[in-house]
């Protein structure tokens, strides 16, 4: 069983502070081996070193965090990548799982204890990947947090005063 060091992580943002603060928080959750980048390139170039987990944000220099998503997804489809991302639109959180991250955080979502359970997956994960009930469990997984992002679209169609066609009204 991995422990919270053994576990490599990638943190790969082009805003300084939102590095050092995610770094903060893995530190005081006990994960000492981060890496940091700025750059979604020299993350790439940097895939040899085998992370375990990559939090990644989803604007960034000139690609973009799905396609960095896909690349990494191509060169070893075992790293789990959860977007940490200032990005609200439902489609982009909708890919991001769509195309194989375990998890699609909103920057205004991230705190510690957020980020300590989005953790406790990752470790679940790493340690059961073989299991098929474990993938069972990833799947539906993924049903909640498709779930989150619809009933988000929900609230934010009802408050503009458009409701989804099969929601009746009055």
């Known amino acids: 069983m991995a422990t919270n060091a053994d576990l490599k992580i990638f943190l790969v943002d082009d805003e300084p502070y939102c590095l050092d603060l995610y770094g903060r928080y893995l530190q005081n959750l006990g994960y000492g081996n981060v890496q940091y980048f700025s750059k979604s390139a020299d993350c790439l170039d940097q895939l040899i070193l085998q992370p375990d987990l990559i939090f ?57 204890v957020r980020l ?10 790493k340690e059961n990947v073989s299991n098929s009930s474990v993938l069972t469990g990833l799947f539906i997984n993924q049903i909640i947090v498709l779930a989150y992002w619809l009933g988000i679209l929900k609230n934010k169609m009802a408050s503009h005063g458009n409701h989804p066609p099969y929601i009746r009204q009055g």
């Not at 982009?92 to 194989?100: E, P, Q, R, T």
């Open 116 to 125: 300590d359970i989005c953790m406790k997956r990752v470790i679940y994960v």
């Open 56 to 112: 990644l944000d989803y604007n960034m220099d000139n690609l973009n965090g799905i396609d960095v998503l896909k690349k990494i997804k191509r060169f070893d489809p075992n790293i789990s990548i959860v977007f940490l991302s200032g990005q609200r639109e439902i489609s982009i959180a909708l890919n991001a799982l769509k195309y194989g991250a375990l998890d699609y955080i909103r920057k205004e979502d991230i705190d510690e």
